[in-house]
């Protein structure tokens, strides 16, 4: 069973197209890699269903309604959370805040101080941070801010977790590190996953299936082994003939 849906979905700014006619689903559990070289489209369609970018034409659905022209906390309640490439916490409250107010956001209760200081650190345990919560979230490494980012993500509870990039940056150690705390997450969680990497390597082993995005269409559908041997995929991404 789908449990999102892209039918038909273009944007373009101006006169300049980022998507053309993309049709897209997500299964339920399931690790869908999007792979595509810089200008695909690919951060375009996470702003397009998050709710953060009203698409030129067509629609996309979650579950079994219509989530487009909802503002992005709309969609955030519903279940769909996601990471930006460049991560931007509140520099001036703790990691333990940071988080609190992702539980604040994306939560349907009202809980008192005692018990979302209680989740909050809950989730900061789940990605490695809990010794860092009473800290500046200024004062981390760009590593600890990935993972940070990665808390305030999990914490608004979603069915539907857009990763957008979460390894830019890292070196080839924590890079590993941080497939390995995807997967413990997703190991815990019952979410389905959308992963944007430029490492292939990393980007195999997360998912289930890859689409491939070139100047805003799909190009390729498929297995991860399949799609990495595939001749178009290596003309438009790797530039081999």
């Given at each position: 069973m789908s449990l999102l849906t892209v039918r038909g979905v273009a944007k373009a700014f101006g006169g300049v197209r980022a998507l053309g006619s993309v049709d897209l689903h997500v299964q339920q559990g399931e690790t869908l890699g999007l792979m595509g070289s810089n200008g695909a489209g690919k951060t375009t369609l996470f702003g397009i269903i998050a709710g953060h970018i009203r698409p030129t034409s067509g629609d996309v659905w979650f579950h079994d309604r219509s989530i487009r022209g909802l503002s992005p906390d709309k969609v955030c309640r519903l279940g769909i959370a996601r990471t930006f490439q460049i991560v931007r916490p509140f520099a001036g409250l703790t990691v333990r805040e940071n988080v609190e107010i992702a539980l604040l956001f994306g939560s349907k209760s009202r809980d008192g101080q005692d018990i979302l200081s209680e989740k909050a650190m809950t989730v900061l345990a789940e990605v490695g941070l809990e010794a860092h919560a009473g800290a500046l979230a200024a004062t981390l490494?760009?590593?600890?801010?990935?993972?940070?980012?990665?808390?305030?993500?999990?914490?608004?509870?979603?069915?539907?977790?857009?990763?957008?990039?979460?390894?830019?940056?890292?070196n080839p150690r924590e890079g590993e590190d941080m497939v390995e705390l995807i997967k413990q997450i997703k190991s815990r969680r019952p979410l389905s996953i959308v992963v944007v990497e430029h490492v292939v390597k990393a980007l195999t082993a997360l998912s289930d299936r890859i689409v491939v995005l070139h100047q805003g269409e799909i190009i390729v559908d498929g297995l991860p082994s399949e799609v990495v041997r595939h001749p178009t995929v290596r003309s438009a991404y790797f530039g081999d003939e």
């Open positions: 490494t760009l590593s600890a801010r990935k993972r940070l980012e990665v808390a305030r993500a999990i914490a608004t509870d979603p069915e539907l977790l857009l990763l957008d990039e979460v390894m830019a940056g890292l």
